[in-house]
Nanobody
Framework: QVQLVESGGGLVQAGGSLTLSCAAS????????MGWFRRAPGKEREFVAA????????YYADSVKGRFAISRDNAKAAVWLQMNSLKPEDTAVYYC????????????????????WGQGTQVTVSS
């Protein structure tokens, strides 16, 4: 079982930056690919970014590519989402998720591929 707790959300002006953190509570953290999703008001939850369990590969949604960066530290059982050049359309609840895997290359991009979810943290970008 993996429990995930996000933090770091808040209110920021357009063009600003925020770093979201996700702390995991299990020693099996290294056996999980990690991802970030978001749900904007009135919209479905959507994929934002993912990282393999080794941290060697990452993948981003087109809408955040070049502005967001996902990273992880297996020793700390933590994953981060650095968000730069934020836009009002980035306003959403951001969720951390973990996907069990035995492959160092697994890079899940769909909600159904993830096994564990955090409660979410609100990010609001003002114009």
């Amino acid at each position: 079982q993996v429990q995930l707790v996000e933090s770091g959300g808040g209110l920021v002006q357009a063009g600003g930056s925020l770093t979201l953190s996700c702390a995991a509570s299990a020693r099996t953290f290294t056996g999980n690919a990690m991802g970030w999703f978001r749900r904007a008001p009135g919209k479905e939850r959507e994929f934002v970014a993912a990282v393999t369990w080794s941290g060697g590969s990452t993948y981003y949604a087109d809408s955040v590519k070049g502005r967001f960066a996902i990273s992880r530290d297996n020793a700390k059982a933590a994953v981060w989402l650095q968000m730069n050049s934020l836009k009002p359309e980035d306003t959403a609840v951001y969720y951390c998720a973990a996907a069990r895997t035995t492959s160092s290359r697994y890079l899940p991009k769909e909600e159904y591929e993830y096994d564990y979810w955090g409660q979410g943290t609100q990010v609001t970008v003002s114009s």
